[in-house]
């Protein structure tokens, strides 16, 4: 799909033009008047379309009414779904090109029109023999700058839904270590040995138990006088089968998606040099799978993370936390001001926040808040959780520092207390996308399968 500009929409060539109207407002008529047919039949709720009869009048083009909601009521979140009700409409109808027309949109739509048509382009049909039929050409008249811009950023959406959607076959840590090789940037790969003598025995326990190498990536891109840096870190268990508490069929079935922080990671370094942030941005990766094997770390098992502490086991599938714990440490060597961690870490932040919003929790209110800020700004929504010390009971173990999983009341925010200690001297986020990272059924701009969560997001929170 391309995205034209065109200051003259009225005169161009296109299979639908899309107009739009809001509830309530008798427009219709003018618009028939306008177009010279006679119809008023449409109401305008959010998101619903109408094709308005032209009787020959409009040559081969049809009019497509979008309507778009109460005018009082229109932000940019609806106006960004109902885009992309109306490319999914197009498609249906098996429009090749669409010219857009809006009109009384007082905000500047351009960035959300661009999200709202990607998200309706986007399909996983790959392994289809038979591909969805797309729209080719969009015309619209708005700001050129923030399109392009908009468009760097869906591409980088792009690759992460692409990345978590693949079958765990295919997105192996070889497979996630070879993309972020490929990027561009200054990247280096540890491989277990490496990371045996860093001292990751948290991450490493996790790894035992699969077949595929773990690997660990770490992804640099610097800038003269940075403002600042951050170490962003995707949580990138490439399939999570539990690994001894293995987990029932349901619970396993999407579970390719749990490198789905991973994949943002690299959606978003993917990106960075045609974003160029003044920003020093660290891409990392602590990539294994969660698997059964006979050589699995077991309940019980005491393992020394990075920093020297010590976890008991409880619970095998509490293991990105595990995995996170060393890649947090790393991160904090690494200099940085401000670490984030995203991660889809919990079933309990799913519980608590269903998918329309992602947990966060961190150590410093200021960032935590100008990430749900920079998150609302682009169309995602983080919630803060709690992280009461209370919650941290039940992380205490007879035998080690502290054990893994805990008590699984609150267990989205026992699991921030838990990752807590692992910072050392940095700002720190952390952001649980279990919920979002991954639609079981269609909902508002996205198709059933991966979100692209965190990218939108925290590619805008890079460049403030
Ligand atoms: N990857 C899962 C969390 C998850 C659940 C992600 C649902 C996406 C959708 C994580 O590794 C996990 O298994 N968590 C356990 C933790 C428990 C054992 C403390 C959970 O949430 O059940
Ligand atoms: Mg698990
Ligand atoms: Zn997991």
């Not at 109408?50 to 009048?57: A, D, N, R, S, V």
Request: hydrophobic share 40%.
């Amino acid at each position: 799909m391309k995205i034209n500009i065109t200051a003259d929409i009225k005169s161009t060539v296109c299979d639908i033009l899309v107009i739009n109207q809001f509830e309530g407002e008798k427009t219709t008529e003018e618009l028939a008047n306008k177009y010279a047919i006679d119809e008023d039949k449409f109401e305008g709720k959010l998101g619903t379309t109408y094709l308005l009869p032209t009787y020959g009048k409009q040559a081969a083009r049809k009019i497509l009414v979008l309507g778009l909601g109460k005018k009082e009521e229109l932000n940019t979140d609806k106006f960004r779904i109902a885009v992309y009700k109306a490319i999914k409409k197009a498609m249906q109808m098996e429009a090749k090109k669409v010219a857009f027309e809006f009109t009384g949109v007082d905000f500047n739509w351009a960035e959300q029109f661009v999200y709202g048509s990607y998200m309706a382009d986007y399909s996983f049909d790959k392994y289809k023999t038979k591909k969805d039929k797309k729209v080719e050409e969009i015309y619209v008249n708005c700001d050129e700058g923030l399109l392009r811009r908009a468009e760097i950023v869906t591409s980088g959406m792009k690759l992460t839904r692409d990345l978590a959607n693949e079958p765990a076959q295919f997105a192996t840590p070889s497979k996630l270590a070879e993309i972020a090789l490929g990027l561009g940037l200054d990247t280096k790969v540890y491989e277990k040995e490496d990371c045996e003598k860093m001292g990751m025995g948290a991450y490493l326990a996790v790894a035992k138990g699969s077949s595929q190498p773990p690997k660990f990536i770490h992804i640099k891109y610097t800038c003269p006088n940075p403002r600042k840096k951050i170490a962003i870190i995707g949580k990138g268990i490439t399939f999570d089968s539990g690994g001894l508490d293995i987990k029932p069929p349901a619970s396993m079935l999407t579970m390719r998606d749990d490198m789905s922080g991973a994949a943002c990671v690299l959606g978003i370094m993917s990106k960075i040099n045609e974003l160029k942030p003044d920003v020093e941005v660290h891409g990392i990766i602590a990539a294994c799978e969660n698997m059964p094997g006979c050589s699995a770390y077991k309940p019980g098992d005491i393992l020394t993370a990075k920093n020297g502490k010590t976890i008991e086991v409880d619970n095998t599938d509490a293991e990105g936390r595990l995995t996170l714990a060393d890649a947090l440490c790393f991160a904090c060597e690494q200099g940085v001001d401000e670490v984030i961690d995203i991660a889809t870490l919990t079933g309990a932040c799913m519980v608590a926040l269903g998918n329309v919003a992602a947990g966060i929790v961190g150590n410093d209110c200021d960032m935590v808040h100008n990430i749900i800020n920079a998150a609302k700004e682009v169309g995602e929504r983080y919630w803060e959780l709690p992280m009461y010390e209370e919650y941290k009971d039940s992380l205490k173990s007879e035998v080690a520092d502290m054990q893994n999983t805990g008590s699984r009341w609150g267990g989205a925010s026992t699991a921030g207390l838990f990752l807590k200690e692992f910072v050392k001297d940095a700002k720190w986020a952390h952001i649980d996308i279990a919920g979002v990272a991954f639609m079981d059924k269609p909902m508002n701009e996205f198709i059933k399968g991966a979100t692209g969560a965190g990218v939108r997001a925290l590619i805008n929170y890079i460049s403030k």
